[in-house]
T-cell receptor, first 120, second 114 residues
Framework: GAVVSQHPSRVICKSGTSVKIECRSL??????MFWYRQFPKQSLMLMAT?????????EQGVEKDKFLINHASLTLSTLTVTSAHPEDSSFYIC????????????????FGPGTRLTVL | ELKVEQNPLFLSMQEGKNYTIYCNYS?????LYWYRQDPGKSLESLFV?????AVKQEGRLMASLDTKARLSTLHITAAVHDLSATYFC??????????????FGQGTILTVHP
């Protein structure tokens, strides 16, 4: 159980285009999902917290107009990188917390396999 | 602002040897996680430590948490090549019902060689 999928796993796009990344919880409901970015040989940095049915909360320094997050259902959050540029090339990883575990405050989150974005 | 620091950042070990990775964090938290990441892959959860004095073991890895010292350790016993990976600790830095905002350490790149 507790599987999180991401799609696509890898995307290459031209500078100026927009790219949508999907994050799905496959066997549980997730009221909260998180989006992380990881540059090569670096750690993970939290970009934003995505809450089902409400606006995402962005971390300091993350442009909300550039990284659009939509959490339209209890199993799906999307991250859209708008007008992508080469500096947006990175590994994007989502994670999700089981709605039931939120109730018990166990707190563990499950990570997706990641999406590697390359902007030419 | 919560800071999480791992030490060492690079670790080259011989097979069969023991070593410890340290994870220090700057503000109070009682939730700490250890993850493993293989090259090009996402994170694999290793341990969830939820209270002071927690100790968990899985195979050749053992993790502990001292919330008073704000320190967690990941001990490797009799290392084997398959343990080569990057290891991250992460601390939950939101309280109340907002658990889940993780701050990660820099990662420790572990290489086990014959």
């Amino acid at each position: 159980g507790a599987v999180v999928s991401q799609h696509p796993s890898r995307v290459i796009c031209k500078s100026g285009t927009s790219v949508k990344i999907e994050c799905r919880s496959l066997d549980f409901q997730a009221t909260t999902m998180f989006w992380y970015r990881q540059f090569p040989k670096q750690s993970l940095m939290l970009m934003a917290t995505s809450n089902e049915g409400s606006k995402a909360t962005y971390e300091q320094g993350v442009e909300k107009d550039k990284f659009l997050i939509n959490h339209a259902s209890l199993t799906l959050s999307t991250l859209t990188v708008t007008s992508a540029h080469p500096e947006d090339s990175s590994f994007y990883i989502c994670s999700a917390r089981d709605r039931k575990e939120v109730m018990t405050n166990l707190g563990e989150q499950f990570f997706g396999p990641g999406t590697r974005l390359t902007v030419l | 602002e919560l800071k999480v620091e791992q030490n060492p950042l690079f670790l080259s070990m011989q097979e069969g040897k023991n070593y410890t990775i340290y994870c220090n964090y700057s503000t109070t938290s009682d939730r700490l996680y250890w993850y493993r990441q293989d090259p090009g892959k996402s994170l694999e959860s290793l341990f969830v430590l939820l209270s002071n004095g927690a100790v968990k073991q899985e195979g050749r890895l053992m993790a502990s948490l001292d919330t008073k010292a704000r320190l967690s350790t990941l001990h490797i016993t009799a290392a084997v090549h398959d343990l080569s990976a990057t290891y991250f600790c992460a601390v939950d830095n939101a309280g109340g019902t907002s658990y889940g905002k993780l701050t990660f350490g820099q990662g420790t790149i572990l290489t086990v060689h014959p």
